[in-house]
């Protein structure tokens, strides 16, 4: 039995931003995609409609999570409260999911309009890296401090899943930020010539937050956190994701997609009309493995034809497996003045 989303259990004043437009009749073929990701999700704690509601990100993160292990083929055990995916089958693991928030009194990832591009991208995706970073070390104490302790816990892999929605237009961020905080690597494309074959990259140990006070990088080049054996993360599990996998193709919406182009440090930009447009529900998602894990993940766990996955070699490098056009950015603009603004991540 799937879940009663869309009945409004709060008033006006206290519904998010997002789920007010959701409910508008035009919005139908969004609220299916939901409907359709929250099919045998189980509300465990009694909270979720109400945080759907009121707060929405993380509770839409979940959801897409559910919806992920359904193509992954994972079998679930939603009987404990807590983490929030616990995978019986094929084997056995947990998935806590965070979503990287706001700085105190930072603006929302919603509802962003030109005013808020970026001016110095360095100091954007810094940012950005802090406040994976942030979320990361939050999910890790709570993990020493209560999950190791449940016996549906101990003795299993532990996967953090993080998704970016600390700031308007976060989704700009691609995949450098949470290289840069879960590997200590920063690819800095305005350090790099027009004319080079090769991205300018470095190694980060931390990020200036303030004058006064770094924040480390690089959670997987010591074995400071052995208990996490994997990040999942996605700057693209947003609104504009669920706009996109919308059976909608009449709505006068242009999709601009940026993607991996193998040989060229260039994206491969498109274009396409709603009507056009296909996306699939992993494009974009990462899985960054921890090389000091207590508990590795097994190959082809995650594995998907269509998400990045990260492990390092036994000399440091990085390596990655992903689709030759991997969606690195997706921006929507809506032909015709919708309330919302008409545009989404």
């Not at 839409?60 to 193509?71: F, M, Q, R, S």
């Not at 190959?299 to 990655?320: I, M, Q, Y």
């Amino acid at each position: 039995m799937t879940m009663d989303l869309f009945t409004p259990i709060l008033s006006t004043p206290k519904q998010h931003w997002i789920f007010r437009m959701l409910l508008q009749d035009r919005y139908a073929p969004e609220r299916q995609v939901l409907s359709s990701w929250a099919d045998g999700f189980r509300d465990r704690d009694g909270k979720f409609v109400h945080e759907f509601q009121s707060t929405f990100e993380s509770s839409l993160w979940e959801l897409y999570l559910h919806a992920a292990t359904k193509i992954w083929g994972f079998q679930l055990d939603q009987a404990p409260a807590s983490p929030d995916f616990i995978v019986k089958a094929p084997i056995p693991l947990c998935i806590e999911a965070a979503i990287a928030a706001p700085a105190k009194d930072g603006k929302p990832a919603f509802g962003y309009d030109a005013s808020d591009i970026p001016d110095d991208f360095n100091q954007f995706n810094a940012a950005a890296s802090i406040r994976i970073c942030n979320s990361f070390t939050a999910k890790v104490k709570r993990y020493r401090d209560y999950y190791a302790k449940l016996p549906h816990v101990t003795n299993r892999p532990f996967v953090l899943a993080i998704a970016a929605f600390d700031r308007p237009l976060a989704h700009f961020a691609a995949g450098r930020s949470v290289i840069a905080a879960i590997f200590g690597l920063y690819h800095d494309e305005d350090a790099t010539p027009h004319d080079a074959d090769k991205v300018v990259s470095y190694n980060v140990s931390a990020a200036a937050k303030s004058a006064t006070v770094d924040v480390p990088m690089g959670m997987f080049c010591e074995p400071t956190y052995p208990e996490v054996s994997a990040v999942i993360y996605s700057s693209l599990a947003t609104w504009g994701k669920i706009r996109a996998l919308a059976d909608d193709p009449s709505a006068k919406t242009i999709y601009q997609t940026f993607h991996r182009k193998e040989g060229d440090l260039r994206p491969e930009v498109r274009s396409a009309l709603k009507k056009n447009y296909s996306e699939h529900l992993l494009d974009g998602l990462h899985i960054l493995h921890n090389p000091f894990a207590r508990f590795p993940i097994p190959n082809g766990t995650f594995s998907h034809p269509r998400l990045a996955e990260t492990r390092v070699a036994p000399d440091g490098e990085l390596l990655t497996e992903a689709p030759d056009d991997f969606l690195l950015v997706r921006t929507l603009c809506s032909v015709q003045k919708d309330e919302d603004g008409g545009a989404a991540a």
